[in-house]
């Protein structure tokens, strides 16, 4: 049995990634963001958007 040939895609650069606020080159020091600052608005939008999680409603329980 032959040994399978194991990079089905070529990957250019592990760790090569990009800033996914601005598109930048991420840095080592803010990964996987660029900056500091962009990881502050990443984290923003986090708190702020869509992951708002709500705190429990008392939901009618019936207790009594
Ligand atoms: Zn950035």
Redesign the pocket.
């Known amino acids: 049995m032959p040994a399978k040939p194991k990079a089905a895609a070529p990957s250019p650069k592990a760790g090569a990634r990009r ?1 996914p ?2 598109g ?1 080159p991420s840095s080592e020091a803010a990964r996987p ?3 500091g600052r ?1 990881r502050d608005v990443d984290l923003n939008r986090w708190l702020s958007g869509s992951y708002w999680i709500p705190g429990r409603e008392d939901e009618d329980e019936g207790h009594e």
């Open positions: 800033c606020i601005c930048k963001f660029c900056s962009c």
